[in-house]
């Protein structure tokens, strides 16, 4: 009963949460898709409100009525076993629900998911309910990105003014990197506990690594104008085949929100709008290829995702983070730093040299969760650690996050690494 | 002066009724543009007051800056000679303005030109302020079928609660027709006249034309279905090439808001939402195409613009049409009827077999009004009459609109006409 | 009997005639189809034949066996009517039936149509296989231009060594243009006689045409090449919307097969490769967006079809062409000339101001026929005149040719005209 | 010395074989792509050759005169670092050079080398003339799968009549699967030795699997006509998301080559034709998507890269697989089998279900041969093994081959595994 308690509580919580996200907005910020990734707010609303209600109201309460038949229509995302949906394309042309029936839509299922909940259910139910509400945060994380992509494609650059214990602007690097060396033998990688994970990051595995060095530090702006001061996005030799044609067809010349206006870099940010790089923050919003090219322009590489979560299990933990909880459950603390000489983790994602596969053993869940994270193992690359717009509970070193190498809109960084031996 | 006088109230009156228009539209529904040619009804609401702000303030005030640069941007629909503009394709990826904003914009604006018109103006200026209101006319129109677009594409169906002064249901037929002879000879076609007319409309010319006879009628839904019963979108045979890909690359089966429920066609209206189509009403929404294959089905023929228009200035008038200024302004009523017997004109815009082209001695403006009508002549065809959703005051027998042969979102039906000899 | 020998005279003619178009050719050229409008020499060969087979053969011989089945999937053009066809973009994947077998093909068509026509037939059917003989001389044309975009699109610019009784370089003009006077009334126009003629030209009608003056000169190179050096393509104001899109999405320069080379333009010849352009030499491979733009930019503008008619009709005629045969039967002498100073009608096809569409009492033949002309009355302009590629006794005063109006590889020029009045 | 000499022998036997496997080709079958895939046959025997003289030639005889320069635009493939070149999709357009031209370049080129090899060159020469070869030989296998794809969508379906000393036919399977295991623990993969072998198999390191169990059988047409009868390709739950895009999108029903006539599946095959498919045979021409799904619908899975070469390596060759060489030099040869009661390697190309990635401490080559393979190490998935088409010194254990998860055009297919804990 115990873990029932206190799911109720985290699920008021997180529920708040979107909500207050969305503070900020305009009725007519909920509503646009200015490209097929984002997502309008009032989608996002609606749609985690669906999966509560179609994955644990409909299946577990007789004679469940739908709040409304179209809502599944609307506000399914990409689960073919949970019937027909609007094309992704197309949620930005839906007016209606407004952003009022939304909410409308929202409190009346969260009534329902606590009236259900006053008595006691199953384990199984109890997963479903933790998954919503990972769910949901991972949607808040999108609703950070994808209210950055409305705002920062305005061409009047408005900003967004969070009342926020956490800022949504990177923090600056402060010191020089040091390499931190691996040495190669078998390590255990991927999920090993009790509490919540998905079901990509399973089971723990060994894996053999040969030995390398990475960087305590990401890859800051100033870096990367060097990189763009150096041709790079005219130099073939150092994209991937791909990468070099994705330049080409999209004329890409800086990382996406950035503007050269007399000469200087300016980027969108979401708190202060339009304003002049910071040299010293990590480099953001940059694809695969970029981070890829970039490593390639330094003589260096990224790191695979293995190595990543190696380093960051073994060696991050060792230079005494305060990381408290980090040995019980995987996760870390974003805002830890030693002596703040270190680069902090989870400012950026980190692209990693891995696709997203399957691990050895892996079992795709049944029904509607197996598509959750199954179905886009393939052409998708791993992102790893976090960003400044992730949930504070979502920093888990075994965490695997996963995106096409072209996409940009999410907060994406860079870390670099060598082979000892070269 | 007098003339001064009347625009400025006929500018607070149109001005008046494009806000009027948007009264029944949640904020959503201003934003959105679910396809290229809808534009969202803040943009529209926009982009005329804009066209006040840069032809009319712009020019003749000095030192006159700017409401707000970016609008310029934001606004400008597609005059080059205006400068850049966001792509059409974009305009409903605009979250802000808000609607707010847009309003508050309209009203400055307005003052300001209401300022500008306290001191007597010259009567060039005067013609601009004619052409903004009719141009904004023109939006109204497009307002209320981008509206039906918005509205009639959302899967929950909402209707539009206008309180309005003319239904904007189509009238129902209620006699058989009649086809009206029209004998062999040259006609005077074109605009001859002192009053507000466009530049494409001009110049009176004459044109010889075989004999013909036209239907008093538009065809009907009802003879709509009979067609498609008789498998005409399945029969090639019936289409212009480009008509027959069409159909086969979009799967055309019905007009546009047309439902197949039950085997019983149901159409999206805007004052009552999906209703079971009325047999009687004329058909519309329907491309060029289905017009023209629909006539090839009845082994009848579609009326080019002046057989159209001289049909319309001397059969209806004779036959006692209620057109009391008809033959001072080119302008008719498009409620008139003789004994309730005869098809109103003016129900939908009557798709003709001529193309639009410029008339013999066509001078093209100069300047940004000179891309009002004239650099669309290719690749288009000509409609004449008006619709349902067309200002009271713009049915004049010169009229020419047009639309490429495969749009379908406004109010387009069909008129019948065979040669004599055959 | 008189008209079945002689049209057995010109079958075999006509036959041979487009055997010794493409005797230039090597076997590789036969197969390719680098563009979709470019249809392989080999697929033109085939197609033809086919003709005769499926229109003539097969609906009149008894138990008449296919040569071979496959063969109507694969030579079909576009006749809904006859069955199913490979599509067009697929010409060029074909790399059999060789062009031995094509040739084989094309042996057993002409015998066995020969051996039908040893004995008497109905007038109906040589009608059919003037028509057959009409189209085969239309795709003679065809393989001229479609040779032309082959070798003048392959980086190595091999020339065309054609033993051949015409140039197919245009000739040079050598005087400055008149402009003659056509005076306002109503005229003829479309064809009226007994010979062969197409269903698109029928029938005579009248139209008023409003004064006018023309050109008794086609557009040149040099003034083209003043037009370019003037920043004409990138002068939005002097083109129709639908031609500025087209210039910007296709980046257009210059005409087809123009090359800048060292400040200096050279144009693709088929007979002598690579030349520089010859600035007397009237301008082609223009498409109608480029003609129309000239003449905006020359404040004049094109002739409609039937002023282009009327023109060559009545003055051209005047101005004591040798045209012996041209009362009789339409038909005109391309290389007519008076003393050498008027220029050549039949260099260039003329771009017309007017949309390819049905003349009054238009009858479209029934059946496969009927596809032939009728169902591209959308979306095109008229061409009339003919070129250097036109077989010589298809220069028809009252000959309509068509295209849509970005094509360029027809050989395509500019006639200009302006309002008397103006 | 010796290495050299034995090189030129190779050389000239390589070179003839690329003609040998063109000698049952029409003229036409040498020019055409009916696909971007797919290259023209007279494109690869130029595109081999150029190789040479821009790898091998110009680099290292002073004052070397390219045969033509326009050679370097029309027969480089991809190497940006060797300048412009024509677009891939374009290799169709060309009727020019011939393929008598192609011929005439190849045996100039063959005799420059052969003069140039007869002095003593440095080991690094030798090393660029074996992957020269090596490459010819790539572009061997290429041949026949796109000679297959321009013969097997020609509606004629013409055969390939080749004196060849090995089947193109894949061999039948004869009996049941057993699943062999693989316990857990470290392995080395990757090339080890000193022979030829690409940068991409570089270097052997250590990998940790878990423990599986892999088919010694090919999965069979039978078994895959059961996966169709079963609907596999109306259930999105089999596949990928992105491969369920790809079956809808291109309605794929079977695999490519198959048509399904009167209830029954035929195949196109090379040496006969099309045919009835043989139920025994391994299935073939399926995408990575295809392949993944099967093994979805079995509950079983694909192995991973390094799963395969650890079978082959270790398995197969404990079997008492006639496998002379192979610890020699990672070669193995294709035909051997034990007792007949194993399925062969080399049919087919194995799916893996690994991505192509760069191996620990990968170095990318310098200049052209670092575009050889590294820059595609995005986006496409692993093949192991060889196929019917491959050349027979191909077979390595090492051997990476890639393709993105769609393609079909090759001999691909699948082999079962899974884990044993399962």
């Known amino acids: 009963m115990e873990r029932q308690d206190s799911l109720l509580v985290k699920y008021s919580q997180v529920r708040a949460r979107s909500i207050e996200l969305c503070a900020p907005l305009q009725v007519e910020d909920y509503v646009v898709q200015p490209t097929e990734d984002v997502s309008p707010p009032k989608w996002h609303l609606g749609h985690t409100t669906w999966f509560f209600e179609s994955l644990i109201l409909k299946p577990n309460i007789k004679k469940y009525q739908y709040y409304n038949e179209k809502y599944n229509y ?9 019937g027909e949906r609007i094309m992704r394309v197309n949620r930005g042309n839906l007016s209606r629900p407004t952003v009022n029936e939304v909410l409308h839509y929202r409190e009346v299922i969260d009534e329902n998911v606590e009236i259900f909940l006053s008595n006691t259910v199953s384990d199984e139910i109890l997963d479903l309910i933790e998954t919503g509400l990972n769910h949901e945060q991972q949607h808040q994380e999108l609703l950070i990105t994808d209210i950055k992509y409305i705002l920062g494609h305005n061409p009047l650059f408005p900003s967004y003014k969070l009342e ?3 800022s949504l602007d990177r923090l600056a690097k402060i010191v020089e990197p040091h390499y931190l060396k691996v040495p190669a033998k078998n390590y255990q990688v991927g999920y090993n506990g ?12 060994q894996v053999y690594l040969s030995e390398f060095r990475f960087s305590d530090m990401l890859v800051t702006n100033k870096e990367y104008v060097e990189f763009i001061a150096d041709k790079a996005y005219k130099r073939f030799e150092l994209w991937l085949s791909d990468g ?3 330049v080409q067809k999209n004329n890409i010349k800086s990382p996406l929100y950035w503007h050269l206006i007399d000469k200087s870099f300016y980027e969108y940010t979401l708190t202060n709008g339009l304003q002049k790089i910071n040299p010293d923050a990590p480099v953001t919003h940059i694809s695969f290829y970029e981070a890829d090219a970039f490593a390639r322009w330094k003589k260096q590489r990224l790191l695979t995702e293995f190595e990543w979560e190696v380093a960051v ?3 991050i933990m060792e230079l005494d983070y305060n990381l408290s909880n980090f040995q019980d459950n995987n996760l870390f603390h974003p805002l ?6 270190y680069q902090l983790i989870g400012d950026v994602w980190e ?12 079992n795709q869940p049944q029904g509607a969760l197996g598509e959750y994270n199954a179905k886009f193992m393939m052409n998708q690359m791993v992102l790893r650690g976090g960003s400044c717009a992730t949930p504070i509970d979502h920093f888990r ?3 695997r996050n996963f995106f096409q190498p072209e996409k940009r809109w999410q907060f994406t960084g860079i870390r670099l690494a060598y082979d000892e031996s070269n």
């Open 397 to 399: 070193a075994s965490y």
């Open 194 to 205: 009790d509490d919540f994970h998905f079901d990509n990051e399973e089971s723990e595995h």
């Open 244 to 246: 070099w044609d994705w």
């Open 164 to 166: 926020y214990d956490k």
């Open 313 to 315: 299990k073994k060696y």
């Open 336 to 341: 830890a730093r030693k002596e703040s000489s």
């Open 74 to 82: 609307i506000f399914n995302s990409y689960y073919e076993s949970l």
């Open 351 to 362: 692209w990693t040299n891995s696709a997203y596969l399957p691990y050895p053993g892996y």
